[in-house]
């Protein structure tokens, strides 16, 4: 169970087949709005990174126009696991093989956060990279290997992922 000083926060990344607005991503960008009002509504959310359109897919984090980030702030993991594959998150989740390059390296990464905390995306990034180098550790991790909040007792804990929403094939 989480400490209620901390939250958790997530990035994931991930790069487009097609540019926004092609014809290939109009169910993924039609179904933008919807999850992230069933995010907003799930228990436990805290905060997602958005620009004045409501979501984050035209905030740009590099020179790569397909390139998307999305953050969110939860206050527990179990609050965020559940979003993920409990609710019609997931059904979107499925389908990002016909929406996504499939990711040669790790593309989400989760990290504690001190509570009122908002994370930036350099931040993001820069705990992606550390899990990309380094892999779960205390720092960045994943559902599959999940950290207890800092200055807890305990191992890594498997949440076990969905293996169809997780897995590439």
């Not at 995010?39 to 905060?47: R, T």
């Not at 409501?54 to 390139?67: E, L, Q, R």
């Not at 076990?160 to 929403?165: A, L, Q, S, T």
């Amino acid at each position: 169970m989480n400490d209620t000083a901390w939250h958790i926060a997530q990035l994931n990344v991930a790069r487009t087949v097609a540019p926004l607005d092609s014809p290939v991503l109009a169910e993924f960008m039609a179904a933008l709005d919807g999850v992230n009002a069933l995010a907003e509504a799930s228990p436990g959310f805290v905060w997602r990174l958005k620009s004045d359109s409501g979501n984050a897919t035209d905030i740009k984090v590099s020179d790569d126009p397909n390139f998307l980030v999305n953050m969110s702030v939860w206050q527990s993991v179990e609050a965020l696991f559940a979003f993920v594959y409990r609710t019609g998150h997931n059904k979107v989740m499925v389908r990002r093989r016909e929406w996504f390059d499939k990711p040669a390296e790790a593309y989400q990464v989760l990290w504690w956060i001190p509570a009122g905390h908002v994370p930036t995306v350099a931040e993001a990034l820069a705990r992606l990279a550390h899990l990309r180098a380094h892999g779960p550790t205390a720092h960045a991790f994943t559902f599959s290997e999940r950290y207890p909040v800092p200055g807890a007792a305990g191992d890594p804990t498997d949440m076990r992922p969905e293996p169809y929403c997780v897995g590439w094939t």
